[in-house]
């Protein structure tokens, strides 16, 4: 944080100064100095702009005032803090952008969860219920123009109309007399879900500084494990009864809490709202690149999230609560790789750091699939330690490789084409698993899809760290105009 002296005065023998915010992620701080001739007392007095998640700085942020230096012009940010200083407008959307992360994890969620489940209950194989999931994921063709939208009329409008309709409709689930409507309501649901996702990553590229995009993505991906870990803690209503699985999903009207602080609080990114040219056209190369990473990755992250909780039902023999339990503890170090991976991926560059942390979180899941007791537990917790550790350069490309007028648009192709490379990985996976493959088998052969991935990674993708968004997508209409605030 940045301070100015606002005021001094001198009383005598005793002075005092008054240092207010100049810069920094406070809607109110103010610091004074008291000095007599034999003591000198310092206040200060501050409010985090950051909602929903200002508890979880409280600390952090109280230490690093106490022993000063830190988080003033002239001192280093603490490793907890994002590279760049943010101000106070960027913190308050982070928070608010964090909150909708949380409702569209839950969504995204959802049906992954329960679909075990709610299959037992109406009686479907495993391929009916890899059917499901992928005409839910086919989906995506509601959330497509939900980002189009957001790329003409901006990303708070689209951002807080689908944070309305995500949780509504997937709540909607709870009713449903046949598997065929369930899957009709999380076939809209979700994808609102998705909608909300990549609008939140857009808008948080478009508003974070050039060293901290990373940062930003991290903190999303954390508050949306949250969200995800609600879905996950609901399952022992599961075990209620045969039909115990809707209960879950009327945990999604939770959700519209955030919907309402959206509509009241979220700003338009300043981005947006300075001229670009509207709708350019899509970049083949960059789109291509990225896409096709994102179709190959999901051949194999796709199925292995969605039939994690058959394997452990039908395998293992672990009940609702158990799968709960094993999916809490496995996954919540997800959250320390977000960090780490947020960190490096800002400070030291992206690609290197997927090169190394797709591939080992890819081994460690198939060997979670492949054994028992122990294994099972550590292979999946390494796992989800280092796919943390990826995701944030993983994803910080999808919004930072495309300039203002069509960001929203693209980051809504590529969703799809991840959700078509994980539809096929979850058919194929499903028609694998019935016809008596083992799930480690199985993995072991999606896991090429990963492989692919990487390769692109390391043959076609840029180094994009500590690049203003300007620079990577110029505008040569644009250039005469006002500079980047990246």
């Known amino acids: 944080?940045?301070?100015?002296?606002?005021?001094?005065?001198?009383?005598?023998?005793?002075?005092?100064?008054?240092?207010?915010?100049?810069?920094?992620?406070?809607?109110?701080?103010?610091?004074?100095?008291?000095?007599?001739?034999?003591?000198?007392?310092?206040?200060?007095?501050?409010?985090?702009?950051?909602?929903?998640?200002?508890?979880?700085?409280?600390?952090?942020?109280?230490?690093?005032?106490?022993?000063?230096?830190?988080?003033?012009?002239?001192?280093?940010?603490?490793?907890?803090?994002?590279?760049?200083?943010?101000?106070?407008?960027?913190?308050?959307?982070?928070?608010?952008?964090?909150?909708?992360?949380?409702?569209?994890?839950?969504?995204?969620?959802?049906?992954?969860?329960?679909?075990?489940?709610?299959?037992?209950?109406?009686?479907?194989?495993?391929?009916?219920?890899?059917?499901?999931?992928?005409?839910?994921?086919?989906?995506?063709?509601?959330?497509?123009?939900?980002?189009?939208?957001?790329?003409?009329?901006?990303?708070?409008?689209?951002?807080?109309?689908?944070?309305?309709?995500?949780?509504?409709?997937?709540?909607?689930?709870?009713?449903?007399?046949?598997?065929?409507?369930?899957?009709?309501?999380?076939?809209?649901?979700?994808?609102?879900?998705?909608?909300?996702?990549?609008?939140?990553?857009?808008?948080?590229?478009?508003?974070?500084?050039?060293?901290?995009?990373?940062?930003?993505?991290?903190?999303?991906?954390?508050?949306?494990?949250?969200?995800?870990?609600?879905?996950?803690?609901?399952?022992?209503?599961?075990?209620?009864?045969?039909?115990?699985?809707?209960?879950?999903?009327?945990?999604?009207?939770?959700?519209?809490?955030?919907?309402?602080?959206?509509?009241?609080?979220?700003?338009?990114t300043r981005r947006f709202e300075r001229p670009h040219v509207t709708a350019p056209p899509l970049h083949i190369g960059r789109f291509t690149q990225i896409a096709m990473v994102s179709f190959f990755a999901n051949l194999f992250v796709a199925p292995a999230s969605f039939f994690q909780n058959r394997y452990l039902d039908d395998v293992r023999g672990l009940s609702a609560g158990a799968i709960s339990v094993f999916t809490v503890a496995t996954a919540t170090p997800a959250a320390l790789g977000f960090v780490i991976g947020g960190r490096i991926a800002d400070v030291r560059g992206r690609r290197r750091l997927l090169v190394f942390a797709v591939p080992a979180s890819t081994a460690l899941l198939i060997w979670s699939f492949s054994v028992a007791g122990v294994g099972l537990w550590l292979g999946a917790f390494g796992a989800g330690l280092l796919g943390g550790v990826a995701y944030p350069a993983f994803a910080v490309y999808r919004t930072e490789m495309f300039p203002t007028g069509n960001r929203g648009r693209a980051a809504g192709l590529i969703t799809a084409a991840a959700l078509v490379g994980g539809s096929i990985g979850i058919l194929a996976s499903g028609q694998l698993l019935d016809r008596g493959w083992s799930y480690g088998a199985t993995m072991l052969l999606m896991a090429a899809g990963q492989i692919i991935a990487v390769v692109i990674i390391v043959a076609r993708y840029p180094e994009t760290a500590h690049k203003d968004l300007d620079e990577l997508n110029p505008e040569p209409a644009l250039l005469a105009g006002p500079a980047s605030t990246d």
């Open 1 to 268: 944080m940045q301070e100015s002296a606002t005021e001094s005065s001198n009383q005598g023998a005793r002075s005092t100064q008054l240092f207010t915010q100049e810069s920094g992620p406070f809607s109110r701080y103010e610091r004074s100095v008291e000095a007599t001739p034999t003591s000198l007392r310092e206040t200060t007095r501050y409010r985090l702009n950051i909602p929903w998640f200002g508890w979880l700085f409280a600390w952090p942020v109280r230490r690093t005032i106490a022993r000063k230096g830190t988080i003033h012009s002239y001192g280093a940010q603490p490793w907890w803090a994002p590279p760049d200083r943010l101000d106070s407008r960027q913190a308050l959307l982070l928070g608010l952008l964090a909150a909708a992360s949380m409702s569209a994890a839950f969504a995204n969620t959802l049906f992954t969860q329960t679909a075990n489940f709610a299959a037992k209950d109406f009686d479907i194989g495993k391929f009916g219920q890899g059917v499901g999931g992928v005409v839910v994921r086919m989906g995506i063709v509601f959330a497509l123009p939900i980002a189009f939208m957001a790329d003409r009329v901006g990303r708070r409008r689209m951002i807080v109309f689908a944070a309305w309709l995500a949780p509504t409709v997937s709540a909607l689930g709870a009713l449903s007399p046949n598997f065929a409507v369930l899957v009709a309501t999380q076939s809209v649901g979700r994808p609102m879900g998705l909608a909300l996702d990549l609008l939140v990553a857009v808008a948080a590229a478009e508003e974070m500084p050039r060293s901290s995009r990373a940062y930003a993505i991290s903190v999303l991906a954390m508050a949306s494990g949250l969200g995800a870990g609600v879905a996950v803690m609901g399952l022992p209503l599961a075990d209620v009864g045969p039909s115990g699985w809707r209960l879950v999903y009327l945990l999604a009207l939770v959700w519209l809490i955030v919907a309402f602080d959206l509509r009241r609080r979220l700003p338009e």
